[in-house]
Protein backbone atom coordinates (compact mmCIF):
# COMPACT_ATOMS: atom_id res chain seq x y z
CA UNK A 1 0.00 0.00 0.00
CA UNK A 2 2.43 2.46 1.03
CA UNK A 3 4.58 2.15 -2.51
CA UNK A 4 1.42 2.55 -4.71
CA UNK A 5 0.72 5.33 -2.53
CA UNK A 6 4.20 6.72 -3.16
CA UNK A 7 4.17 5.74 -6.52
CA UNK A 8 0.89 7.90 -6.90
CA UNK A 9 2.43 11.06 -5.05
CA UNK A 10 5.81 11.09 -7.42
CA UNK A 11 3.53 10.71 -10.64
CA UNK A 12 0.97 12.93 -9.43
CA UNK A 13 4.05 15.82 -8.58
CA UNK A 14 5.33 15.25 -12.13
CA UNK A 15 2.22 16.33 -13.36
CA UNK A 16 1.96 19.28 -11.75
CA UNK A 17 5.28 20.21 -12.32
CA UNK A 18 5.10 19.66 -16.50
CA UNK A 19 1.41 20.98 -16.20
CA UNK A 20 3.25 24.43 -14.97
CA UNK A 21 5.84 24.45 -17.39
CA UNK A 22 3.51 23.88 -20.26
CA UNK A 23 1.34 26.62 -18.94
CA UNK A 24 4.71 29.24 -19.13
CA UNK A 25 5.15 27.76 -22.66
CA UNK A 26 1.67 28.81 -23.92
CA UNK A 27 0.99 31.96 -22.04
CA UNK A 28 4.56 33.22 -21.45
CA UNK A 29 5.58 36.59 -23.08
CA UNK A 30 7.59 36.95 -26.03
CA UNK A 31 11.13 37.12 -24.09
CA UNK A 32 10.40 33.95 -22.28
CA UNK A 33 11.93 30.92 -22.24
CA UNK A 34 10.70 27.73 -20.37
CA UNK A 35 13.95 25.38 -19.16
CA UNK A 36 13.02 21.36 -19.78
CA UNK A 37 14.40 18.21 -19.11
CA UNK A 38 15.20 18.01 -22.86
CA UNK A 39 16.02 21.32 -22.89
CA UNK A 40 15.54 25.59 -22.93
CA UNK A 41 11.90 25.98 -25.19
CA UNK A 42 10.79 29.42 -25.98
CA UNK A 43 6.86 30.24 -25.48
CA UNK A 44 4.52 30.24 -28.29
CA UNK A 45 4.62 34.37 -27.94
CA UNK A 46 8.60 34.08 -28.17
CA UNK A 47 8.40 31.41 -31.26
CA UNK A 48 5.92 34.18 -33.18
CA UNK A 49 8.31 36.77 -32.58
CA UNK A 50 11.10 34.55 -33.52
CA UNK A 51 9.22 34.06 -36.49
CA UNK A 52 8.01 37.50 -37.50
CA UNK A 53 11.80 38.36 -36.95
CA UNK A 54 12.81 35.69 -39.08
CA UNK A 55 10.54 36.54 -41.81
CA UNK A 56 11.53 39.85 -41.47
CA UNK A 57 15.48 39.84 -41.57
CA UNK A 58 14.91 37.46 -43.92
CA UNK A 59 16.28 33.73 -42.04
CA UNK A 60 14.48 30.79 -42.96
CA UNK A 61 16.43 29.20 -39.47
CA UNK A 62 14.48 30.57 -37.66
CA UNK A 63 10.89 29.48 -38.68
CA UNK A 64 12.61 25.96 -38.90
CA UNK A 65 13.68 26.13 -34.74
CA UNK A 66 9.96 27.14 -34.13
CA UNK A 67 8.61 24.37 -35.74
CA UNK A 68 10.76 22.23 -33.62
CA UNK A 69 9.76 24.19 -30.89
CA UNK A 70 6.10 23.52 -31.44
CA UNK A 71 6.89 20.05 -32.00
CA UNK A 72 8.19 19.56 -28.96
CA UNK A 73 5.61 21.07 -27.14
CA UNK A 74 3.16 18.94 -28.70
CA UNK A 75 5.70 16.19 -27.00
CA UNK A 76 5.12 17.44 -23.71
CA UNK A 77 1.05 17.98 -24.08
CA UNK A 78 1.42 13.73 -24.57
CA UNK A 79 3.18 13.51 -21.72
CA UNK A 80 1.31 15.34 -19.91
CA UNK A 81 -2.07 13.67 -21.11
CA UNK A 82 -0.37 10.16 -20.59
CA UNK A 83 0.25 10.87 -16.80
CA UNK A 84 -2.86 12.32 -16.42
CA UNK A 85 -4.09 8.72 -17.51
CA UNK A 86 -1.97 6.68 -15.17
CA UNK A 87 -2.92 9.31 -12.27
CA UNK A 88 -6.30 7.60 -13.27
CA UNK A 89 -5.55 4.53 -13.31
CA UNK A 90 -3.89 4.66 -9.94
CA UNK A 91 -6.96 6.20 -8.40
CA UNK A 92 -8.58 3.44 -9.42
CA UNK A 93 -6.67 0.73 -8.58
CA UNK A 94 -6.15 2.13 -4.93
CA UNK A 95 -10.20 2.42 -4.46
CA UNK A 96 -10.38 -1.46 -5.83
CA UNK A 97 -7.40 -2.55 -3.17
CA UNK A 98 -9.22 -0.46 -0.17
CA UNK A 99 -12.66 -2.25 -1.17
CA UNK A 100 -11.17 -5.68 -1.08
CA UNK A 101 -9.14 -4.56 2.33
CA UNK A 102 -12.53 -3.36 4.33
CA UNK A 103 -14.35 -6.37 3.04
CA UNK A 104 -11.46 -8.45 4.66
CA UNK A 105 -11.84 -6.99 7.56
CA UNK A 106 -15.86 -7.18 7.96
CA UNK A 107 -14.81 -10.58 7.26
CA UNK A 108 -12.68 -11.12 10.36
CA UNK A 109 -14.95 -9.11 12.52
CA UNK A 110 -18.04 -11.45 11.71
CA UNK A 111 -15.71 -14.17 12.70
CA UNK A 112 -14.43 -13.36 15.67
CA UNK A 113 -17.91 -12.09 17.31
CA UNK A 114 -18.68 -15.64 16.20
CA UNK A 115 -16.19 -17.18 18.29
CA UNK A 116 -16.53 -14.90 21.24
CA UNK A 117 -20.66 -14.70 21.06
CA UNK A 118 -20.23 -18.82 21.67
CA UNK A 119 -17.59 -18.34 24.58
CA UNK A 120 -19.87 -16.06 26.42
CA UNK A 121 -22.63 -18.60 26.01
CA UNK A 122 -20.35 -21.26 27.64
CA UNK A 123 -19.26 -18.99 30.04
CA UNK A 124 -23.02 -18.34 31.09
CA UNK A 125 -23.42 -21.81 31.51
CA UNK A 126 -21.09 -22.65 33.88
CA UNK A 127 -21.49 -19.27 36.06
CA UNK A 128 -25.38 -20.84 35.95
CA UNK A 129 -24.05 -24.29 36.92
CA UNK A 130 -21.78 -22.98 39.54
CA UNK A 131 -24.12 -20.94 41.28
CA UNK A 132 -26.63 -23.75 41.02
CA UNK A 133 -24.13 -26.35 42.69
CA UNK A 134 -23.01 -23.74 45.26
CA UNK A 135 -26.25 -24.25 46.91
CA UNK A 136 -26.32 -27.60 46.90
CA UNK A 137 -22.77 -27.39 48.80
CA UNK A 138 -23.90 -25.68 51.70
CA UNK A 139 -26.60 -27.33 52.39
CA UNK A 140 -24.63 -30.67 51.93
CA UNK A 141 -21.41 -30.61 52.68
CA UNK A 142 -19.06 -32.14 51.40
CA UNK A 143 -20.38 -34.70 49.41
CA UNK A 144 -21.48 -32.50 47.06
CA UNK A 145 -18.09 -30.68 46.61
CA UNK A 146 -17.65 -34.05 44.04
CA UNK A 147 -20.66 -33.20 42.12
CA UNK A 148 -19.82 -29.50 41.74
CA UNK A 149 -16.15 -30.44 40.29
CA UNK A 150 -18.28 -32.60 37.92
CA UNK A 151 -20.61 -30.67 36.98
CA UNK A 152 -18.28 -27.89 36.14
CA UNK A 153 -16.14 -30.14 34.82
CA UNK A 154 -18.82 -30.79 32.07
CA UNK A 155 -19.74 -26.78 31.83
CA UNK A 156 -16.12 -26.56 30.99
CA UNK A 157 -15.91 -29.37 27.98
CA UNK A 158 -18.89 -27.93 26.85
CA UNK A 159 -17.85 -24.46 26.93
CA UNK A 160 -14.72 -26.57 24.95
CA UNK A 161 -17.33 -27.93 22.42
CA UNK A 162 -19.00 -24.85 21.40
CA UNK A 163 -15.86 -23.02 21.10
CA UNK A 164 -14.84 -26.10 18.15
CA UNK A 165 -18.29 -25.36 16.72
CA UNK A 166 -18.02 -21.81 16.39
CA UNK A 167 -14.00 -22.40 14.94
CA UNK A 168 -15.76 -24.49 12.28
CA UNK A 169 -18.34 -22.08 11.58
CA UNK A 170 -15.50 -19.43 11.27
CA UNK A 171 -13.53 -21.64 8.97
CA UNK A 172 -16.33 -22.02 6.77
CA UNK A 173 -17.09 -18.55 6.59
CA UNK A 174 -13.71 -17.96 5.67
CA UNK A 175 -13.24 -20.34 2.57
CA UNK A 176 -16.21 -19.36 1.44
CA UNK A 177 -14.79 -15.51 0.17
CA UNK A 178 -14.36 -16.39 -3.36
CA UNK A 179 -10.41 -17.90 -2.13
CA UNK A 180 -9.36 -14.15 -1.72
CA UNK A 181 -7.92 -14.28 1.94
CA UNK A 182 -4.66 -17.05 1.51
CA UNK A 183 -4.72 -18.23 5.41
CA UNK A 184 -3.53 -21.38 6.84
CA UNK A 185 -6.51 -22.47 9.37
CA UNK A 186 -5.76 -26.02 9.73
CA UNK A 187 -4.13 -25.89 13.35
CA UNK A 188 -6.79 -23.60 14.66
CA UNK A 189 -8.64 -26.45 16.17
CA UNK A 190 -6.01 -27.49 18.17
CA UNK A 191 -4.91 -24.54 19.97
CA UNK A 192 -8.18 -22.43 20.23
CA UNK A 193 -9.37 -24.35 23.54
CA UNK A 194 -5.94 -23.07 25.07
CA UNK A 195 -5.46 -19.95 23.70
CA UNK A 196 -9.66 -19.09 24.67
CA UNK A 197 -8.56 -20.52 28.87
CA UNK A 198 -5.52 -18.52 28.66
CA UNK A 199 -7.35 -15.21 27.47
CA UNK A 200 -9.63 -15.95 30.31
CA UNK A 201 -7.42 -16.42 33.06
CA UNK A 202 -7.09 -13.86 35.76
CA UNK A 203 -4.65 -11.60 35.53
CA UNK A 204 -3.23 -11.98 40.09
CA UNK A 205 -0.81 -8.94 39.33
CA UNK A 206 -2.94 -6.62 38.59
CA UNK A 207 -5.71 -7.12 41.59
CA UNK A 208 -7.66 -4.65 42.75
CA UNK A 209 -9.48 -4.52 45.86
CA UNK A 210 -13.09 -3.61 45.86
CA UNK A 211 -15.49 -1.54 48.47
CA UNK A 212 -17.57 -3.81 50.82
CA UNK A 213 -21.63 -3.16 50.99
CA UNK A 214 -22.02 -1.32 47.63
CA UNK A 215 -23.25 -1.91 44.20
CA UNK A 216 -19.73 -1.69 42.29
CA UNK A 217 -19.95 -2.14 38.24
CA UNK A 218 -17.42 -4.07 36.56
CA UNK A 219 -15.65 -1.80 33.76
CA UNK A 220 -13.73 -5.26 32.54
CA UNK A 221 -13.84 -8.68 32.03
CA UNK A 222 -12.65 -10.64 34.70
CA UNK A 223 -12.62 -12.82 38.16
CA UNK A 224 -13.66 -11.38 41.38
CA UNK A 225 -12.61 -12.58 44.56
CA UNK A 226 -15.12 -13.40 47.35
CA UNK A 227 -13.75 -14.51 50.88
CA UNK A 228 -14.59 -14.48 54.48
CA UNK A 229 -11.87 -13.47 57.11
CA UNK A 230 -12.95 -14.15 59.96
CA UNK A 231 -14.45 -17.51 62.20
CA UNK A 232 -17.61 -15.46 63.60
CA UNK A 233 -19.20 -13.18 60.94
CA UNK A 234 -21.90 -14.42 58.46
CA UNK A 235 -21.14 -12.90 54.75
CA UNK A 236 -23.73 -12.83 51.46
CA UNK A 237 -22.43 -12.18 48.17
CA UNK A 238 -24.29 -10.93 45.17
CA UNK A 239 -23.89 -10.51 41.54
CA UNK A 240 -26.65 -8.53 39.65
CA UNK A 241 -29.18 -9.37 42.63
CA UNK A 242 -29.04 -12.59 42.51
CA UNK A 243 -27.21 -14.32 46.14
CA UNK A 244 -24.03 -15.99 45.03
CA UNK A 245 -22.63 -16.42 48.25
CA UNK A 246 -23.57 -17.50 51.88
CA UNK A 247 -20.70 -18.03 54.28
CA UNK A 248 -21.92 -18.61 57.95
CA UNK A 249 -19.84 -18.23 61.31
CA UNK A 250 -19.11 -19.71 63.99
CA UNK A 251 -22.28 -20.28 64.98
CA UNK A 252 -23.19 -22.01 61.05
CA UNK A 253 -22.19 -25.56 59.16
CA UNK A 254 -18.68 -23.39 58.11
CA UNK A 255 -15.80 -22.20 60.55
CA UNK A 256 -13.04 -21.97 58.11
CA UNK A 257 -11.79 -18.64 55.69
CA UNK A 258 -13.59 -19.99 52.71
CA UNK A 259 -13.61 -18.04 49.26
CA UNK A 260 -14.79 -18.43 46.03
CA UNK A 261 -14.56 -17.02 42.29
CA UNK A 262 -16.99 -15.66 39.56
CA UNK A 263 -16.58 -15.15 35.90
CA UNK A 264 -17.77 -11.15 35.51
CA UNK A 265 -18.63 -9.50 32.59
CA UNK A 266 -18.22 -5.62 31.33
CA UNK A 267 -21.58 -4.13 32.90
CA UNK A 268 -21.93 -6.69 36.21
CA UNK A 269 -22.83 -5.47 39.33
CA UNK A 270 -21.54 -7.08 42.30
CA UNK A 271 -22.19 -6.32 46.05
CA UNK A 272 -20.15 -8.47 49.52
CA UNK A 273 -21.35 -7.93 52.43
CA UNK A 274 -18.05 -8.47 55.05
CA UNK A 275 -14.70 -9.97 54.74
CA UNK A 276 -12.63 -9.26 50.96
CA UNK A 277 -14.24 -8.55 47.75
CA UNK A 278 -10.82 -8.16 44.83
CA UNK A 279 -10.96 -8.07 41.31
CA UNK A 280 -8.75 -9.59 38.81
CA UNK A 281 -8.61 -8.74 35.05
CA UNK A 282 -8.84 -11.72 31.87
CA UNK A 283 -5.02 -11.94 30.82
CA UNK A 284 -6.63 -11.55 27.58
CA UNK A 285 -7.75 -7.64 28.28
CA UNK A 286 -4.20 -6.26 27.86
CA UNK A 287 -4.43 -7.51 24.40
CA UNK A 288 -7.98 -7.94 23.07
CA UNK A 289 -9.30 -4.30 24.62
Known amino acids: MANMEERLQAVVSQA ?9 IVHG ?4 TVTTENGDVPTVAKQLKDIRDTITGGVSDVVAEAESA ?4 LIYKNDVELIKSEVEQLKSDTEELKN ?3 SYKNMA ?3 FNSVSSAVNQGISD ?3 ETQNQLCIVQSEGNTQVTLVQSATAEQIQLASNQADRAEVAANTAINATDNKINLDLSNMS ?3 ISQIVQWLCPDWTRKQTLSLNTNVTITERGWVLMRNTTYTSNI ?3 INGNLVLTQCGAYGEWQEWNSLSFLVDVGDVVKLTGGELAFMPCKGINNAE
Open 16 to 24: ETDGKKWHN
Open 29 to 32: DENT
Open 70 to 73: RDTT
Open 100 to 102: TTE
Open 109 to 111: QTT
Open 126 to 128: IQT
Open 190 to 192: QIA
Open 236 to 238: NGY
